[in-house]
């Protein structure tokens, strides 16, 4: 049974950095893509960052580009989002999601939300 367990959520102040994790089980992170998403009140799902598990390709939307780091350990089977630099923009519930199925270019599962099995979600506050 496919799993993926987000954590890592909280309030931070603008300017500082938060680390996320995605606990995956039921698969390896050595095929297909994984990827992180996020959904602020009243707006669209958004895939702001995602890899290619493949060959570690990424792929990063505009918004978080330059800011956010998507890696992975494979030991752990965890996924990691960096996020630096935050701004209040950034507040949302912040979704690990993954398909080891399929094996696209990496931009396809950011840019049309193509993912198979979705975690619960995390929320990230950027307040002061």
């Known amino acids: 049974q496919v799993q993926l367990v987000e954590s890592g959520g909280g309030l931070v102040q603008p300017g500082g950095s938060l680390r996320l994790s995605c606990a995956a089980s039921?698969?390896?992170?050595?095929?297909?893509?994984i990827g992180w998403f996020r959904q602020a009140p009243g707006e669209e799902r958004e895939g702001g960052s995602c890899?290619?598990?493949?060959?570690?390709?990424?792929y990063y939307a505009d918004s978080v580009k330059g800011r956010f780091t998507i890696s992975r350990d494979n030991a752990k089977n965890t996924v990691y989002l960096q996020m630096n630099s935050l701004k209040p923009d950034d507040t949302a519930v912040y979704y690990c999601?993954?398909?080891?199925?399929?094996?696209?270019?990496?931009?396809?599962?950011?840019?049309?939300?193509?993912?198979?099995?979705w975690g619960k979600g995390t929320l990230v506050t950027v307040s002061s």
């Open positions: 890899m290619r598990l493949s060959d570690r390709s990424t």
């Open positions: 039921g698969f390896t992170l050595d095929h297909g893509a």
């Open positions: 999601a993954a398909d080891p199925f399929t094996d696209y270019i990496v931009g396809y599962y950011c840019i049309n939300n193509a993912m198979h099995f």
